[in-house]
C-alpha cells in the first residue's frame, strides 16, 4: 500500500494482484485508455496484445495487477522479469513494466507515478538494479512522461513492425514510499 496525501484528505494507493476474475477488467482499462490515446492522434499498440488468454496466463503467474483506492480499480501495471522480445540478449537484473495505465477519471492525480514508484520497489526487494519499459517511439507526450520519472532512453527497436523506444531506470534501494 501507498500512501500520500493531497490537498486535505490522505489517499491510500493498493497494488494488488489481479484474480482470473478481473481479466475483463484489465482488457477493459487498456482497452479504453486506447480509445482515449486514439481520439488525441496517440496511437496505442495494445489492440494486438490485449488477448484474454494471454492475460489469463499472465494473472496466473501474478504479473498483472490493479491499482484500487478503497474498492475503486483505478489502474492497472503488469511487471515481469524478462522480456525477450523487446530487450532481447539484456541482463536479467531488471523488471519489466508493460500495460501501464490509469483510468480517465483519475487521471492527473499522480497515480501513475505512485504505481512506477510500487514497481520499482517491487523490483529492489526482488533483487532488480533496473526497471525497464518499451513505449510508441513517435508518442512524446507519455516518452516525455517517463523521462520526467527518471527513465533513460536506451535506444529504439522494432522487433513487432512498429518502432519502440526503450527506457530504462537505475534503482537503489529507495526509490519512496514502501509498498
Known amino acids: 500500500m501507498v500512501g500520500r496525501t493531497t490537498g486535505h484528505h490522505s489517499v491510500k494507493l493498493a497494488i494488488v494482484p489481479a484474480n482470473e476474475e478481473d481479466v475483463d477488467t484489465v482488457i477493459r482499462i487498456l482497452s479504453d485508455v486506447a480509445r482515449w490515446l486514439g481520439s488525441r492522434g496517440l496511437p496505442s499498440r495494445w489492440g494486438s496484445a490485449l488477448d484474454r488468454d494471454r492475460f489469463l496466463a499472465q494473472i496466473r503467474l501474478k504479473e498483472v495487477h490493479l491499482a484500487r483506492i478503497g474498492p475503486d480499480i483505478v489502474g492497472t501495471i503488469t511487471l515481469q ?53 518499451d513505449c510508441l517511439a513517435t508518442n512524446k507526450i507519455i516518452r516525455s512522461y517517463y523521462e520526467r520519472a527518471g527513465y533513460v532512453h536506451k535506444g529504439d527497436v522494432s522487433p513487432m513492425g512498429w518502432v519502440a523506444s526503450l527506457y530504462e531506470k537505475r534503482l537503489s534501494g529507495d526509490t519512496g514510499p514502501g509498498i
Do not use: C, Q, T
Open 81 to 133: 522479469w524478462a522480456d525477450p522480445v523487446f530487450w532481447s540478449g539484456a541482463s536479467n537484473d531488471a523488471g519489466y513494466i508493460h500495460k501501464f495505465a490509469v483510468i480517465r477519471d483519475y487521471a492527473g492525480r499522480r497515480i501513475g507515478e505512485e504505481m512506477l514508484r510500487w514497481a520499482e520497489n517491487r523490483a529492489v526487494l526482488s533483487g532488480k538494479k533496473y526497471l525497464r519499459l
